[in-house]
């Protein structure tokens, strides 16, 4: 039983398909990076693994645990904008991620003073520390998303999901998150899914990278038929194709054979 | 060189400012002038002099009978008025706006609702309002709150809708049940939207107080004005109408200040 | 002297009053004013107040209005008015009406909704008066505008009120436990309701005088021979049908008769109760700042008496037009 | 599951839809049970049935003495004079906003004066207006056009202001002279403000309309609710209310459609 | 006499200088890159240089005529963002750069169809005829500014202005740009100064690199004195120092001495 595990998912929105037949199985700590043509529903599936959305047919589960139906701690999330609170300061940004969790949604005393020394050495970690009492409008956007990222691990996720997170930073700003992303991630094992616009990226980053695309085409009609996972490279053997799909995803098979 | 690009310089410009105020007041003396000099006990442009005079003894002097001086009365029965009426549409209003916008069930049962009964005209509901709200004070306030709730309502339901899905996903991602996402997340933001609303409103808030005043009533700024107006005492609704304009100007001035106070990360940006 | 041709009156709804709208409808007014070569139009306003205010900032030559009105507003604004017409009195049309039983001196203490500065407040002071009492003694007036004293009576808080017709027939039918305890038919020929002509135009323009009275007392004719035809045309523009109308009727003492009214500005009741008129609206402080005393403004009559300031005649009695009209002389 | 993450199916949203509406006219309809059972007579909450058989007459019986039907009669009058009022305050608003928002002297002289006017309460100026503008229809429309005039510059000034400085310069460098930025710059990109606009201020145009027809008028909405408010007679005065709403919520939704359509631009997006 | 000189300008604001004895020398076809720190008054010295202010000291004359006092046809513009006309379709934005010169502000009859033609002509050159009837709100970030730089050119400026025109795309996108903007100033001939972040970007593309900075540094108040322009590279030598700083800059030396 893997970590993640997608099975034969399928997504549609006002009956036009979006996504068929999804198979993919993910271990703990691997590093997934989708990428596909713009609209192909990479951002539809990176919804579905939050639980935002659940698939028309098919499951996904974390841990084998049963299919979530709405977001929730065990699943961080970052998007490539609006990931912050804009109201709130960068230090209190980090705090909410505990204080959220409360009843009441803050927290007092010595918890609060607790969350407080914690919030400041995740500040350290990413590197906000100097800004900590400023509004996240009077930032970058690199540092924006650096607090964006800061927030969702205070959470203790055990998924990380990444909706092009980089891709409204400009190329300097970009490859310092790389280096800070690929640091962060070495320290903490986490598992994480990544959509990104830039296959260099997906390859850099990844240990997988995941292609979404048709695979049925009617020309009469291009909207018809969904996307699904058409390539599931191995970026760690540097971007060798991944020769077991069929091992893999007993669904495309004409006799499908499990596999857990 | 383009009109657009001519910028006066600081004193012209202090000058330009000035320059509607002294063309009214000029205009008005001299109005004023000519029908005096028709006859002298004209009640409709009284002299500035006069005018002065008045609104002097309005602010200073008290009542023949009572003592009390009325202005302030009046000024403090129609700020209390106008206080709960406000005070109540704008509490009304967020907690409404707030469910409509991001409880999808009660989006669904009061949108439509809410839109409808924004264009009723209040002011022809008054008698049923004084049935079941008697006349006195509160059919005042239940006026003005009805006038302006259902479009404050309206308003900050879009406001909420309008913050961006991913704030509310991510707060679920850290852990926010619906109750910390209304406080923590849409209030907050909400809020400053809430002042702008009340802005917007108290100009129609005015409005509804004093048509209310009028109806029944025997203390406040607009009972005044519409009882001199029975013997044309235009020096006092004069002396009323600028006072009420600076009580206005006052609280818009006052709400603009604690908008930008209350809310620095409004103003952050790079 | 100002000769013009065209003139302009104002008048809104009441009983009383009614006539002038359908003056103006009939074309009577037009038959009449074409017959002295002049053009008078006849405007209705709805607000009362806003009529006499229009007239006395010179939009109107003329204005139906109260004694009482006419000497607040246009005579204490300095604007010399003439009554050129005395259409009736209210002989009951103007009441004192409490919720349930007890009379005018159980007021004490009890607040009382009213047009604050009417009539209506002039008939309160005059009912309390009989009884020995004062405003001071009530728990306070309460200015409510007559458009919404019916849905007013029927609230909890109002005890009280004091209002005209139609209002008053209205919630006297509509409520069981409504009584009037004073009404205006106790005061007889003290609320006069008038149609006041600017003093200066009348007396550079004789034919507009001459046009109005005629055509005024052509309706009063058409009216006391009980044309129902005409009396159904008013009672629909005030709101009403003709049983409403008729019962408000009886409530008037309308003067059908131009000698009757000239016997109503002639009499000698007249000059007192203009002189206790005043002294109720200094009181109140109507008759505004310069107003040193109730006698500020002269009120003349027909036969020459003035009371009042003799300097500062503002408001004129004028039965000239009328005893043309009882002569037959138009 | 959080109550924001229920989302009703399509049957459920539309029953919730409706399920306001129901509920006020259920308790309407009991209201006025109660009071018919204890008074007959009563005229506050006439019989829904009643309030039917009252609104088909209004609507196809024609007056005993003229013919016409009154209320179509009202409607019309009264729809000029929205439609006049609200054209005018339009009209001056876009000027004066967009001359504030271009040109740097409207702007020093204009606005600290338009702040100012924009909070003087128009109602008690009735007096003064009539007597400058008669009793006819002028003073009616002027009344709106004060009414809603500067709150609408000051917006639109403010919407003038918001463009972006590089597009006017960008004009410039093209060549463009003050006037052509107004026409093809900064108009286009106003126009659908001025629509919001009105959307906005129709609530408080009907008001001063109503306002205006209760003091002098024989003819309109508002003049025949002032009549018949003094007989109580209820069915007439919701009708009318009723009536109005669906005038109101018609030229809403058209407004509403015309800018959508008008402005494509708008909701182009990636 | 070269082509653009700016001579001993001075600019600042509420009694802070920003810049400072700002001279130098274009010739007619030069591509100027102008970088420097962020806030040290390089967007103030386009909008000098494009009459949107005058300086409060000095002049700035193109071809030997008096200094401008507004912008106008000769100077075009591209800002990072809101170049072009949200509520005109692609190609009303480029007939606009002929019709805005108008009285009426419109072209019309043959006028306008001849206009029309030569804008199509011109969306083909930059890439945007299939796009030409479409709102700038639905095109892509680089598209936008293709367009705005498509639509300064149709009014045939004699300098084009460029304040970091690509500081919004993504990597890809602007080195399409670059490509793009070379092209073109090949076809051209154009005077141009270009603003920007990117070093590299500047050297790429600019004949000439002008590094604005503060020579002198108060620390007691940073704000004190304005920047000046502390370097000039040949970048078309491939970054070598220009050595002759002192021949066209005798205000910096103690005798100055004159050099048309
Ligand atoms: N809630 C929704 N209702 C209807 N259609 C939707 C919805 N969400 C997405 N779609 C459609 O589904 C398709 C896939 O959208 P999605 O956002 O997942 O694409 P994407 O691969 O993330 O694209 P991009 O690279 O542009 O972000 C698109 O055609 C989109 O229009
Ligand atoms: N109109 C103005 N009024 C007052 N100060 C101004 C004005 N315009 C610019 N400044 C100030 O002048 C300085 C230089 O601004 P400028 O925009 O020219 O910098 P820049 O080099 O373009 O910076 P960036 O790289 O961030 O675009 C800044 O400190 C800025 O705050
Ligand atoms: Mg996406
Ligand atoms: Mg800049």
Same mark, same amino acid.
């Given at each position: 039983?893997?970590?993640?595990?997608?099975?034969?998912?399928?997504?549609?929105?006002?009956?036009?398909?979006?996504?068929?037949?999804?198979?993919?199985?993910?271990?703990?700590?691997?590093?997934?990076?989708?990428?596909?043509?713009?609209?192909?529903?990479?951002?539809?599936?990176?919804?579905?693994?939050?639980?935002?959305?659940?698939?028309?047919?098919?499951?996904?589960?974390?841990?084998?645990?049963?299919?979530?139906?709405?977001?929730?701690?065990?699943?961080?999330?970052?998007?490539?904008?609006?990931?912050?609170?804009?109201?709130?300061?960068?230090?209190?940004?980090?705090?909410?991620?505990?204080?959220?969790?409360?009843?009441?949604?803050?927290?007092?005393?010595?918890?609060?003073?607790?969350?407080?020394?914690?919030?400041?050495?995740?500040?350290?970690?990413?590197?906000?520390?100097?800004?900590?009492?400023?509004?996240?409008?009077?930032?970058?956007?690199?540092?924006?998303?650096?607090?964006?990222?800061?927030?969702?691990?205070?959470?203790?996720?055990?998924?990380?999901?990444?909706?092009?997170?980089?891709?409204?930073?400009?190329?300097?700003?970009?490859?310092?998150?790389?280096?800070?992303?690929?640091?962060?991630?070495?320290?903490?094992?986490?598992?994480?899914?990544?959509?990104?616009?830039?296959?260099?990226?997906?390859?850099?980053?990844?240990?997988?990278?995941?292609?979404?695309?048709?695979?049925?085409?009617?020309?009469?009609?291009?909207?018809?038929?969904?996307?699904?996972?058409?390539?599931?490279?191995?970026?760690?053997?540097?971007?060798?194709?991944?020769?077991?799909?069929?091992?893999?995803?007993?669904?495309?098979?004409?006799?499908?054979?499990?596999?857990? | 060189?383009?009109?657009?690009?001519?910028?006066?310089?600081?004193?012209?410009?202090?000058?330009?400012?000035?320059?509607?105020?002294?063309? /009214?007041?000029?205009?008005?003396?001299?109005?004023?002038?000519?029908?005096?000099?028709?006859?002298?006990?004209?009640?409709?442009?009284?002299?500035?002099?006069?005018?002065?005079?008045?609104?002097?003894?309005?602010?200073?002097?008290g009542d023949r009978r009572t003592g009390e001086?009325l202005?302030?009365k009046d000024?403090w029965a129609?700020?209390m008025r106008?206080?709960?009426? /406000?005070?109540?549409?704008?509490?009304? $209003?967020?907690?409404?706006?707030?469910?409509?916008?991001?409880?999808?069930?009660?989006?669904?049962?009061? $949108?439509?609702?809410?839109?409808?009964? $924004?264009?009723?005209?209040?002011?022809?509901?008054?008698?049923?309002?004084f049935i /079941?709200f008697g006349l006195g004070e509160v059919s005042k306030?239940?006026?003005?709150?009805?006038?302006?709730?259902?479009?404050?309502?309206?308003?900050?339901?879009?406001?909420?809708?309008?913050?961006?899905?991913?704030?509310?996903?991510?707060?679920?991602?850290?852990?926010? $049940?619906?109750?910390?996402?209304?406080?923590?997340?849409?209030?907050?933001?909400?809020?400053?939207?809430?002042?702008?609303?009340?802005?917007?409103?108290?100009?129609?808030?005015?409005?509804?107080?004093?048509?209310a005043e009028a109806v029944a009533s025997d203390v406040g700024?607009?009972y005044r004005?519409f009882l001199?107006?029975?013997?044309?005492?235009?020096?006092?609704?004069?002396?009323?109408?600028?006072?009420?304009?600076?009580?206005?100007?006052?609280?818009?001035?006052?709400?603009?200040?604690?908008?930008?106070?209350?809310?620095?990360?409004?103003?952050?940006?790079? | 002297?100002?000769?013009?041709?065209?003139?302009?009156?104002?008048?809104?709804?009441?009983?009383?009053?009614?006539?002038?709208?359908?003056?103006?409808?009939?074309?009577?007014?037009?038959?009449?004013?074409?017959?002295?070569?002049?053009?008078?139009?006849?405007?209705?306003?709805?607000?009362?107040?806003?009529?006499?205010?229009?007239?006395?900032?010179?939009?109107?030559?003329?204005?139906?209005?109260?004694?009482?009105?006419?000497?607040?507003?246009?005579?204490? +604004?300095?604007?010399?008015?003439?009554?050129?017409?005395?259409?009736?009195?209210?002989?009951?049309?103007d009441a004192v009406i409490v919720k349930g039983d007890g009379g005018l001196a159980d007021l004490k203490g009890k607040p009382v909704n009213l047009v604050e500065l009417s009539v209506s407040h002039y008939l309160l002071a005059r009912g309390l008066d009989s009884v020995g009492l004062s405003e001071r003694d009530l728990g306070g007036v309460v200015n409510t505008s007559d458009?919404d004293m019916i849905a007013a009576y029927t609230t909890d808080d109002v005890q009280a009120v004091v209002t005209?017709?139609?209002l008053v027939?209205?919630i006297?039918?509509?409520s069981?436990d409504a009584r009037a305890v004073f009404d205006?038919?106790?005061?007889? +020929?003290?609320?006069?309701?008038?149609?006041?002509?600017?003093?200066?135009?009348?007396?550079?323009?004789?034919?507009?005088?001459?046009?109005?009275?005629?055509?005024?007392?052509?309706?009063?004719?058409?009216?006391?021979?009980?044309?129902?035809?005409?009396?159904?045309?008013?009672?629909?523009?005030?709101?009403?049908?003709?049983?409403?109308?008729?019962?408000?009727?009886?409530?008037?003492?309308?003067?059908?008769?131009?000698?009757?009214?000239?016997?109503?500005?002639?009499?000698?009741?007249?000059?007192?109760?203009?002189?206790?008129?005043?002294?109720f609206?200094?009181d109140k402080g109507?008759?505004?700042?310069?107003?040193?005393?109730?006698?500020?403004?002269?009120?003349?009559?027909?036969?020459?008496?003035?009371? +009042?300031?003799?300097?500062?005649?503002?408001?004129?009695?004028?039965?000239?037009?009328?005893?043309?009209?009882?002569? +037959?002389?138009?």
């Amino acid at each position: 039983m893997s970590f993640v595990s997608v099975r034969d998912v399928w997504q549609a929105y006002d009956g036009r398909s979006i996504l068929e037949r999804v198979n993919v199985e993910v271990e703990e700590g691997e590093f997934i990076s989708i990428v596909g043509a713009s609209g192909c529903g990479k951002s539809t599936f990176l919804r579905m693994l939050l639980a935002e959305e659940v698939p028309v047919r098919g499951a996904i589960s974390i841990d084998g645990g049963a299919p979530a139906v709405e977001p929730g701690r065990e699943r961080g999330v970052v998007f490539q904008r609006y990931s912050v609170f804009p109201h709130m300061t960068v230090r209190e940004n980090i705090i909410a991620a505990e204080g959220f969790a409360k009843p009441s949604g803050w927290l007092f005393g010595s918890a609060r003073k607790a969350a407080r020394n914690r919030a400041d050495a995740m500040l350290v970690r990413i590197g906000l520390n100097h800004v900590a009492d400023q509004y996240p409008a009077s930032l970058s956007g690199g540092m924006q998303q650096r607090l964006a990222i800061g927030q969702a691990l205070t959470a203790k996720p055990r998924v990380l999901l990444l909706d092009e997170p980089f891709g409204a930073l400009d190329p300097g700003t970009r490859l310092q998150m790389h280096d800070f992303l690929t640091e962060l991630r070495a320290e903490t094992g986490m598992t994480v899914f990544m959509v990104t616009h830039d296959l260099a990226e997906g390859f850099k980053l990844g240990d997988r990278v995941l292609v979404f695309d048709k695979v049925r085409w009617d020309p009469m009609d291009p909207g018809l038929h969904g996307a699904t996972i058409t390539y599931d490279f191995d970026a760690r053997d540097g971007g060798v194709p991944f020769q077991h799909i069929l091992d893999r995803y007993p669904s495309l098979a004409p006799e499908p054979v499990g596999k857990a | 060189m383009r009109i657009i690009n001519h910028i006066p310089t600081r004193p012209t410009a202090v000058l330009l400012a000035a320059l509607p105020f002294v063309a /009214v007041l000029v205009a008005y003396a001299i109005g004023s002038e000519i029908r005096l000099a028709e006859n002298p006990a004209d009640k409709l442009l009284p002299a500035p002099a006069q005018i002065g005079a008045t609104a002097l003894r309005l602010f200073t002097e008290g009542d023949r009978r009572t003592g009390e001086i009325l202005l302030w009365k009046d000024t403090w029965a129609s700020l209390m008025r106008l206080l709960f009426g /406000v005070g109540i549409a704008a509490t009304v $209003s967020l907690v409404l706006g707030m469910a409509i916008g991001l409880v999808p069930y009660v989006r669904r049962l009061m $949108s439509g609702f809410v839109a409808v009964v $924004s264009m009723v005209p209040p002011l022809a509901l008054l008698p049923i309002l004084f049935i /079941v709200f008697g006349l006195g004070e509160v059919s005042k306030v239940v006026l003005i709150v009805i006038g302006i709730t259902p479009i404050m309502t309206r308003d900050l339901a879009q406001r909420v809708l309008d913050i961006p899905k991913e704030q509310i996903v991510k707060a679920q991602t850290l852990g926010a $049940s619906s109750w910390v996402i209304v406080a923590r997340v849409a209030l907050p933001q909400v809020l400053p939207r809430l002042i702008a609303n009340i802005r917007l409103s108290l100009g129609s808030a005015w409005l509804f107080l004093i048509a209310a005043e009028a109806v029944a009533s025997d203390v406040g700024l607009g009972y005044r004005i519409f009882l001199v107006r029975r013997y044309l005492a235009m020096d006092v609704i004069l002396t009323y109408v600028l006072w009420i304009t600076a009580l206005a100007f006052v609280i818009d001035w006052a709400l603009k200040t604690i908008s930008r106070r209350a809310f620095p990360w409004l103003e952050a940006g790079l | 002297a100002e000769e013009k041709t065209e003139f302009k009156l104002a008048w809104s709804i009441y009983v009383g009053w009614m006539p002038w709208g359908y003056l103006e409808d009939s074309g009577i007014m037009d038959k009449w004013a074409e017959k002295y070569g002049i053009d008078v139009e006849i405007v209705q306003i709805n607000d009362y107040v806003e009529s006499i205010n229009q007239y006395t900032a010179g939009q109107f030559d003329g204005v139906s209005a109260t004694n009482m009105d006419t000497l607040s507003i246009p005579a204490g +604004g300095g604007i010399d008015t003439t009554a050129l017409i005395v259409g009736d009195y209210s002989n009951g049309n103007d009441a004192v009406i409490v919720k349930g039983d007890g009379g005018l001196a159980d007021l004490k203490g009890k607040p009382v909704n009213l047009v604050e500065l009417s009539v209506s407040h002039y008939l309160l002071a005059r009912g309390l008066d009989s009884v020995g009492l004062s405003e001071r003694d009530l728990g306070g007036v309460v200015n409510t505008s007559d458009a919404d004293m019916i849905a007013a009576y029927t609230t909890d808080d109002v005890q009280a009120v004091v209002t005209w017709n139609p209002l008053v027939s209205e919630i006297l039918n509509s409520s069981d436990d409504a009584r009037a305890v004073f009404d205006s038919s106790q005061i007889p +020929g003290e609320i006069l309701d008038l149609m006041v002509v600017n003093t200066q135009t009348l007396a550079d323009n004789p034919a507009f005088g001459k046009a109005v009275a005629g055509a005024w007392y052509e309706v009063m004719g058409l009216m006391a021979d009980g044309d129902e035809e005409v009396l159904t045309a008013m009672a629909e523009a005030s709101g009403t049908d003709l049983k409403g109308y008729k019962a408000q009727l009886a409530a008037t003492e309308m003067f059908y008769a131009p000698a009757d009214a000239v016997a109503q500005a002639s009499s000698a009741e007249l000059p007192t109760t203009m002189t206790e008129v005043a002294e109720f609206l200094f009181d109140k402080g109507i008759l505004g700042e310069g107003a040193p005393s109730a006698d500020f403004v002269g009120v003349a009559y027909p036969d020459g008496t003035v009371t +009042g300031d003799a300097a500062n005649v503002k408001f004129r009695f004028d039965t000239t037009y009328m005893q043309m009209a009882a002569d +037959g002389a138009l």
